[in-house]
T-cell receptor, first 115, second 109 residues
Framework: DTEVTQTPKHLVMGMTNKKSLKCEQHMGHRAMYWYKQKAKKPPELMFV???????INESVPSRFSPECPNSSLLNLHLHALQPEDSALYLCASSQPVSGFTDTQYFGPGTRLTVL | QQPVQSPQAVILREGEDAVINCSSS?????VHWYRQKHGEAPVFLMI?????EQKGHDKISASFNEKKQQSSLYLTASQLSYSGTYFC??????????FGQGTRLTINP
């Protein structure tokens, strides 16, 4: 089973709203990722959690707040977003091999629109 | 540092072959190939590790030349289902994958 699930599939929010994106995997992976993808662009890494600890933050604005409650779950809390934050948000998971980037499996994404 | 893919777009007829290239100005330790269809998640195709290996499954294969710091993806006798955007990703440290800008492949009947 190489499935990563994400909810919701679509989300529309105002600039003053607070919302959360959720991601779940049951492959026993101990590294989980958030990516942002704009139309016709590649996925851009936002955050990496390794063994439930934040290991990479690619200078993401504080209006995005990640959380990893356990080894299977990853959340992305959103607050006071801007219209330019509208994008496809992808979650991925992999095994955290030391010093090496292992295969990452992606979820279907959440299509976020900020009004 | 973002790898560079070429070409940016390819249009083929069903049954034709295609090559997509991925190059980096930094030393490569691993190259990951993904295909993404419109509105869907990127799907893993294969990973190549330094050592100049070549991999393949079905009619899709790839090579990795670490001396030239480049990888190539070969699609043979293309099928309609091969349409999509192909991304190469280079491993840059533990768990950090940086994607190229993508190559859009269109297969016409």
């Amino acid at each position: 089973d190489t499935e990563v699930t994400q909810t919701p599939k679509h989300l529309v929010m105002g600039m003053t709203n607070k919302k959360s994106l959720k991601c779940e995997q049951h492959m026993g992976h101990r590294a989980m990722y958030w990516y942002k993808q704009k139309a016709k662009k590649p996925p851009e890494l936002m955050f990496v959690y390794s063994y439930e600890k934040l290991s990479i933050n690619e200078s993401v604005p504080s209006r995005f707040s990640p959380e990893c409650p356990n080894s299977s779950l990853l959340n992305l809390h959103l607050h006071a977003l801007q219209p330019e934050d509208s994008a496809l948000y992808l979650c991925a998971s992999s095994q955290p091999v030391s010093g090496f980037t292992d295969t990452q499996y992606f979820g279907p994404g959440t299509r976020l629109t900020v009004l | 540092q973002q790898p560079v893919q070429s070409p940016q777009a390819v249009i083929l007829r069903e049954g034709e072959d295609a090559v997509i290239n991925c190059s980096s100005s930094k030393a490569l330790y691993s190259v990951h190939w993904y295909r993404q269809k419109h509105g869907e998640a990127p799907v893993f195709l294969m990973i190549l590790l330094k050592g100049g290996e070549q991999k393949g499954h079905d009619k899709i294969s790839a090579s990795f030349n670490e001396k030239k710091q480049q990888s190539s993806l070969y699609l043979t006798a293309s099928q309609l289902s091969y349409s999509g955007t192909y991304f190469c990703g280079t491993g840059q440290g533990a768990q950090k994958l940086v994607f190229g800008q993508g190559t859009r492949l269109t297969i016409n009947p």
